[in-house]
């Protein structure tokens, strides 16, 4: 089985999903959605990040770098090229400054993390929410997490793009889970290939078949959509969603406000930022483009449940 | 809390005097030191004996007013002495033995800093050791006193600097809050959104809605008044002294040490004829709009008792300048200066507890280490009274039945010895006193009610004359009867002991057989309502009485307890003595009245039991939390219950417990348990194992040689811990020394006879509480800076003798030179060690290995009354006054910084909450005998509900104390609001936060303690 990278586990989320939830963050992810807020989640390996704010500066990475890719010349101190990914420096680092993002982790350590927290799910109604990057790009993995959870009683979550094998998935994955989170977030396919560098028709596929799948009972999806200035929270755009859920009995949505914190990851991890300081990707929704977003869905059909 | 020695600039004049002669000149070269103190010296005497004015300020009702300082610094290069004695002042160049005290200061560079020190830094200098006293504490709160007279403007210039310099920073603070009309519109909308329930509790047997959801504070214009009065007055207390005043008369006339006829005053009755004399002549006073009789003091929204033989003595020094002090300032008129200081504190110069624990062990270690402040405080210093009387005796059976007791007792018993029948006959006095106090307040009423225009008003007070003709002395029938006997007890105890308790005790239980009986008797449902209504305001008048007293603070206390009230406790929920679920209709009554009124004190605590309490319950309890900020404090039965039953004692009344002080269990009308004797530093142990027995700020080799670091003594790390247990049992002992002298002098000079008569078994055994008399007897312990010490040996272990990372020497060095020598190593420390509170086992072991180790040892200890010592790991301000006196540490903590509050996890051990609740969760709760403070700063998302938000900490509370947790303390509160706070403080009066055991409000808290509060780990929701 071809494991994933761990990111991080998150506990104590409230954001996630229904109670008090535990978060596990997959690395890698099929989409490259230009607005990405886990830019760490993209790529499948691990990276090197570098957090200027907790260097103090001592210097004893620069001394144990064997091909010389750190320096105080380089404005993002770390050279791509050279790094052979070997970690030393992070492992060195008195503040974590420098660190590896991305931990091979096996399905027991994962468990036994996850399920410390297991009281606190099962008071509050939570459980475990998959997210990422992709959490499908290892179905094997990931299915084996869930049987387990489940075997212990633990309400189960997905995040996912929608971009997966249905199959497999339904075979896999679907008999665990208990809540999909699934993103639509440009209906219009060269849109879509355009900012999330993949077609949209798998996704919109899927998210039928499982929005079927799920009337006969046994898990719920939800879809949500994130509101990128500009992008995705054009009229167009959330109309046209608005109206194929509409066609298909969905009757709830979940949007997602632009968050910009991820801006500042991308310096940590080399990446130049495409968007300028004054893009409105780089600041929070509005309340009242919020407000304008929910409307759509609402006018379009009064049984709609909007949430954020 | 005491000793203030000359602070400030006080004597600028003095300097700049000098500072023009050329004799000054010269002495900066040769004799700086000897000529300022000298110069100083003599320029106090010259001015006593010149000015008329200042020779009568020397004249007391008694005599003249004596007293003689020395002032030295340690290497005694330069000393003197002051002598004001019979009107007349004199100097000595040397110090002589009788001398009634020293100021000694640490170097005679400190000597001069302190002369141009701000009261802040004065304060740093006494709390850091760099200046302390030997001697009478009181008397050099007369020498303050004194040179107050000359130079006190001067001091007020320099007090008045730095509270607009304190002010300046604030607003710079403030200006990182990006939206104040947030941070202010979110503390009111709290109070908006009121939850509704229809779940009913099995003991709920009237209300429909048991949160009460239809009232608001706008339904109570009598609460609304005492609020609106309570937080616009001008200054935290009036100064009174009706009491010191009272207490000195009776003396004066009756005798102290013999009696006016020369015979031997027994104890006990000394005790109960002054508080007889006091009963029989305090004014008795109806405050306006109030439904209860009787106040505290002469002030009735807020006044200070101030106990001259206890927390009174440590404020002579400050009688001119507590009216304009930054913390908590206090109105005090002319008249009361005059009569605290030539009629008062002269009697009681050589009467206190505290100078009487100093000349009979002959100034011993205890009382060293206590005037050092680095390691031990001893509280009955203060008081002993952190006990919960069982109120439920007078209101049973009324201060007659129990006279009738006492009676039957006496006469029963024909082998009594002389001190029962001293004790119980001091019983009588007192109880017949009570009866006196309610007669005058009767009477009280009714001229009141004679003159009183409003017909509504005039009725309200014929019914509290009515019920004070019957009650205390007759058994109570009714809600209204039981609380206003309840709170004249409460105020008459108050006239006896110190007024840090004693304590409420279970309100809810105590009050809920006579709201059924009343409720029964009414018919109609609109009836019923307004009854309940009337409840909520009679609690109201309750509540806002608990809150109009304040102890007696000197400034240097307004650093040691910032902000804290008495701490008069109430406690709600949990299970009755058979286990069945206790929460009823008082219950949620009480928890409403929680809300509305808003306050700090009383001091709240909600008990849940998991299993038996509901969960609509424990939801109301977090959504008053939310609602407040603050308060009630939440504890768990189950992690309680383990602790208290691991004493032998039986479940059922294990079962009754309630919270005193701040956080300390106790068994109501059985316990005689002093919760907050002794406030101990377990960091200083740790300093001294690091540095073979010296503590190092204060310079003093007090500990056993435990091994040197520099001399490789340490090749294990448990050779490093055998060393700490060492020097923290030498700690510990003197601990018990100290506080068992303290409690012999207690019974020879304060013993508590009618707070004896509401604890079980002291009237059959014919002894009062300190001898003794009650079913239970234990003496309370606080440890603070648990974190500190468990992520520190952690350090060391992991860092120094397994990953062997550094050496020991290499870390001793770095935590010599606050690790200025070597941040890559301070980063490290910071970094690679789990800490307690990150959910790691080893760092979980080794807190209760420390634990258990300070439990193991006060637990085989007996106290003064036979009974055991237990352990609480709370630490009111004192996480932050032992921060101070101590160095860098092993994590990485630089010196000076506070300690984390109570036992709550370092900030830094995890970003997850669930890791800290999980962990403390997992301490073993028998070696929390007197339980824990954990506080939890959270911060609700901004598009949070109010529904949503208390749900979570419901969620939060639940599965902490499901899995074991014993006790904790929600403030939900966001940063940003405490920064603007800081800035603005007008507009946040009545904002709360808990810091360790106790509420304060923020704005009135000391400065370094409001950094600390904002800088805590907060959790998001």
């Not at chain 1, 996850?114 to 997210?131: E, H, I, M, N, R």
């Not at chain 2, 008694?62 to 002051?82: C, F, L, P, R, Y």
């Not at chain 2, 605290?340 to 050589?350: D, M, N």
């Not at chain 2, 010592?869 to 932050?880: D, E, L, P, R, V």
Request: aromatic share 8%; hydrophobic share 35%; with cysteine.
């Amino acid at each position: 089985m071809r494991s994933p990278l761990i990111i991080d586990i998150k506990g104590n989320s409230l954001d996630d999903g229904p109670g008090i939830r535990s978060v596990i963050f997959f690395k890698g992810c099929p989409l490259s959605c230009v607005w990405c807020h886990n830019p760490e989640s993209r790529h499948p390996l691990a990276e090197l990040s570098f957090d200027l704010q907790k260097c103090i500066g001592c210097g004893s990475c620069i001394e144990k770098c064997q091909v010389g890719a750190l320096s105080r010349d380089n404005v993002f101190f770390v050279d791509r090229k050279k790094c052979t990914l070997c970690f030393s420096c992070a492992a060195d680092c008195p503040t974590g400054a420098l660190s590896r993002i991305g931990q091979k982790m096996t399905q027991e350590e994962i468990i036994e993390k996850v399920l410390k927290d297991k009281p606190f799910f099962d008071s509050s109604g939570g459980g475990v929410t998959f997210s990422g990057g992709e959490p499908t790009l290892h179905m094997d993995f990931l299915s084996g997490l869930l049987k387990t959870l489940k075997e212990a009683g633990i309400h189960t979550l997905i995040e996912t793009c929608g971009y997966f094998n249905f199959d497999e998935f339904k075979r896999t994955i679907l008999p665990y889970t208990d809540m999909i989170y699934m993103d639509i977030k440009l209906f219009d396919p060269e849109q879509h290939e355009r900012y999330c560098g993949v077609d949209n028709a798998l996704i919109l596929e899927n998210f039928i078949r499982l929005h079927k799948l799920s009337i006969q009972g046994g898990f719920e999806i939800i879809p949500r959509s994130p509101l990128i200035p500009g992008i995705t929270d054009t009229e167009e755009n959330l109309t046209a969603i608005a109206r194929f859920l509409k066609s298909n009995q969905v009757k709830e949505i979940r949007l997602l406000p632009n968050n910009p914190a991820w801006h500042e990851k991308c310096f940590s991890l080399g990446i130049s930022d495409r968007f300028m300081e004054d893009s409105p990707l780089r600041k929070w929704l509005q309340p009242a483009v919020m407000e304008a977003c929910q409307c759509i869905f609402e006018c379009l059909n009064d049984s709609y449940e909007t949430w954020n | 809390m005491q000793n203030q020695p000359i602070r400030n600039n006080r004597i600028q004049e003095y300097i700049n005097l000098l500072a023009s002669s050329s004799q000054f000149l010269a002495g900066k070269l040769l004799y700086k030191q000897q000529m300022l103190l000298q110069g100083f010296l003599g320029y106090i005497a010259s001015k006593f004996n010149t000015n008329s004015a200042l020779q009568n300020e020397m004249k007391g009702t008694q005599g003249w007013i004596n007293v003689s300082v020395g002032m030295k610094s340690e290497d005694d290069s330069a000393k003197g002495t002051i002598i004001f004695k019979d009107g007349t002042v004199k100097l000595l160049n040397y110090i002589p033995n009788e001398v009634d005290c020293t100021l000694i200061f640490s170097t005679p560079k400190d000597l001069i800093e302190q002369m141009d020190a701000s009261p802040d830094e004065a304060y740093r200098m006494i709390l850091t050791g760099r200046v302390r006293t030997e001697g009478n504490i009181m008397l050099i709160g007369l020498f303050n006193y004194y040179v107050n007279l000359i130079v006190g403007r001067d001091q007020q210039k320099s007090v008045d600097k730095q509270i607009s310099e304190h002010k300046k920073a604030n607003k710079i603070a403030g200006k990182e809050v990006a939206n104040t009309s947030i941070c202010r519109n979110e503390q009111s909308s709290r109070k908006i959104t009121r939850l509704r329930s229809t779940l009913i509790d099995p003991g709920v047997m009237f209300l429909e809605d048991p949160f009460l959801s239809n009232y608001g504070l706008e339904d109570f214009p009598r609460i609304q008044r005492f609020r609106s009065e309570y937080f616009n007055r001008k200054k935290e207390a009036v100064v009174c002294h009706e009491y010191g005043k009272l207490i000195t008369d009776f003396h004066l006339e009756y005798g102290y040490d013999v009696d006016n006829k020369g015979k031997t005053w027994d104890p006990n009755l000394r005790k109960a004829e002054s508080l007889k004399y006091i009963l029989e002549r305090r004014k008795p006073i109806i405050r306006e709009d109030d439904l209860l009789a009787g106040t505290y003091t002469t002030d009735p929204v807020s006044g200070c008792i101030g106990h001259p033989f206890a927390v009174g003595c440590y404020s002579w020094g400050e009688l001119r300048s507590f009216a304009n002090r930054e913390l908590m300032p206090y109105e005090i008129s002319e008249e009361t200066i005059q009569i605290l200081h030539k009629h008062v504190f002269p009697f009681w110069a050589r009467r206190n507890i505290h100078e009487l624990w100093r000349s009979n062990t002959g100034n011993g270690l205890p009382i060293q280490i206590h005037d050092r402040f680095f390691s031990i405080f001893y509280w009955k210093t203060v008081s002993m009274s952190e006990i919960t009387p069982g109120h439920e005796k007078i209101l049973k059976h009324g201060t007659k039945g129990m006279i009738k007791i006492i009676r039957d007792e006496l006469n029963n018993d024909y082998k009594a010895d002389e001190e029962k029948k001293n004790t119980l006959k001091a019983m009588i006095i007192c109880l017949e006193a009570i009866n006196i106090y309610a007669k005058n307040l009767a009477q009280q009423a009714a001229k009141d009610a004679q003159i009183e225009k409003n017909p509504k008003r005039k009725m309200e007070l014929e019914q509290i004359k009515k019920i004070l003709v019957k009650v205390p002395e007759n058994p109570s029938t009714t809600v209204d009867e039981a609380v206003q006997a309840m709170i004249i007890v409460h105020l008459c105890l108050t006239m006896e002991n110190s007024d840090d308790g004693p304590m409420l005790g279970r309100l809810d239980q105590i009050l809920q057989p006579y709201f059924i009986s009343d409720m029964n008797k009414l018919s109609t449902p609109e009836e019923k309502e307004i009854y309940v209504k009337h409840t909520i305001d009679l609690l109201g008048s309750l509540f806002y009485r608990v809150a109009s007293h304040q102890i007696l603070i000197p400034d240097i206390g307004n650093w040691q307890n910032s902000g804290s009230a008495p701490n008069t406790t109430i406690t709600v929920g949990g299970v009755d003595r058979d286990g069945e679920d206790a929460v009823n209709d008082m219950t949620y009554i009480i928890l409403k009245v929680t809300e509305l009124a808003g306050l700090n004190d009383p001091n709240m605590h909600a008990r849940y039991n998991p299993g038996k309490n509901s969960l609509n319950y424990l939801k109301r309890v977090c959504d008053v939390n939310y609602i407040t900020g603050a308060t009630p404090c939440i504890h768990g039965d189950d992690a309680m219950f383990a602790a208290l039953t691991n004493h032998g004692w039986p479940i059922e009344d294990v079962r009754n417990w309630v919270a005193n002080g701040c956080v300390e269990p106790s068994i109501p009308g059985k316990h005689s348990s002093a919760t907050s004797s002794l406030e101990i530093n377990l960091v200083a142990p740790l300093e001294m194992a690091l540095n073979n027995g010296k503590h190092p700020l204060t310079k003093w080799e007090i500990g056993p040689g435990t091994g040197s670091i520099n001399g490789g003594d340490f090749i294990t790390f448990d050779q490093f811990w055998n060393a700490f247990e060492k020097q923290c049992k030498f700690l510990l002992e003197l601990s018990v020394v100290g506080n068992n002298q303290l409690g012999e002098i207690y019974q020879k000079h304060q013993p508590a006879p009618l707070l004896s008569v509401l604890i079980d078994d002291c009237i059959e055994k014919g002894r009062g509480l300190t001898r003794g008399g009650g079913h239970y007897n234990s003496t309370g312990v606080s440890v603070i800076g648990l974190a500190d010490v468990v992520d520190s040996l952690m350090v060391t272990k992991k860092l120094v003798f397994e990953e062997k990372v550094v050496t020991f020497k290499d870390l001793k060095e770095a935590i010599d030179s606050n690790f200025y020598n070597n941040p890559k190593l301070h980063a490290l420390v910071k970094t690679r060690v789990p800490r307690f509170g990150s959910g790691n086992n080893e760092a979980i072991e080794m807190a209760n290995k420390v634990t258990g180790m300070v439990h193991d040892y006060y637990i085989n200890q007996r106290n003064y009354r036979g009974g055991i010592y237990t352990t609480g790991w709370w630490s009111m301000a004192n996480h932050a006054v032992y921060g101070r006196v101590t160095g860098a540490l092993p994590t990485g903590r630089l010196a000076g910084e506070p300690f984390t509050p109570g036992l709550t996890p370092h900030p830094s051990a995890s970003v997850n909450l669930l890791d800290n609740l999980r962990d403390v969760a997992r301490l073993d709760p028998r070696n929390l005998d007197n339980n824990i403070a954990f506080n939890v700063k959270i911060v609700p998302g901004a598009s949070d509900t109010h529904e949503k938000i208390v749900d979570t900490l419901t969620h939060y509370a639940k599965t902490y104390f499901e899995m074991g947790g014993m006790q904790t303390q929600f403030n939900v509160v966001t940063t940003d609001i405490l920064k603007d706070a800081l800035a603005n403080p007008e507009y946040y009066q009545d904002l709360m936060v808990r810091i360790s055991g106790y509420v304060a409000y923020f704005t009135k808290l000391q400065r370094d303690l409001q950094l600390e509060v904002i800088r805590r780990a907060e959790y998001r929701i």
